[in-house]
């Protein structure tokens, strides 16, 4: 299984699909099926039964999975979307992730 280009933090811009356009925050990496759940984004309504977290019950807005290669890492500089890099960072051997448009490193 490769390496995924996002993590859970990061701010990414979608790029196809409903929601495409806009951006958020990625709240959960799902590695084994290359999917993320992203704040705000894919939304879909889930009928919930009343129980104690809920004792309403109804229907909920809630965050579905959207697979990564919809997925592009926004540039920390110009703060358009990009793809990304590896390399090892010279001064302590670490692998880190760069932008591929402006080279600057992302953290």
């Known amino acids: 299984?490769?390496?995924?280009?996002?993590?859970?933090?990061?701010?990414?811009?979608?790029?196809?699909?409903?929601?495409?356009?806009?951006?958020?925050?990625?709240?959960?990496?799902?590695?084994?099926?290359?999917r993320a759940i992203v704040e705000g984004i894919n939304m879909v309504s889930k009928h919930t039964k009343p129980n104690a977290k809920n004792p309403q019950g109804g229907v909920e807005k809630k965050e579905a999975p959207i697979h990564i290669s919809n997925l592009n890492l926004i540039d920390p500089k110009s703060g358009k979307p990009t793809r990304i890099g590896r390399k090892k960072d010279e001064a302590t051997g670490v692998s880190v992730r760069y932008s591929k448009k402006s080279g600057e490193e992302i953290k």
Do not use: A, C, P, Y
Request: aromatic share 2%; charged share 30%.
């Open 1 to 34: 299984m490769s390496k995924l280009h996002i993590k859970k933090g990061d701010i990414v811009f979608v790029n196809t699909g409903v929601d495409k356009g806009k951006t958020g925050r990625v709240l959960q990496v799902l590695v084994k099926d290359s």
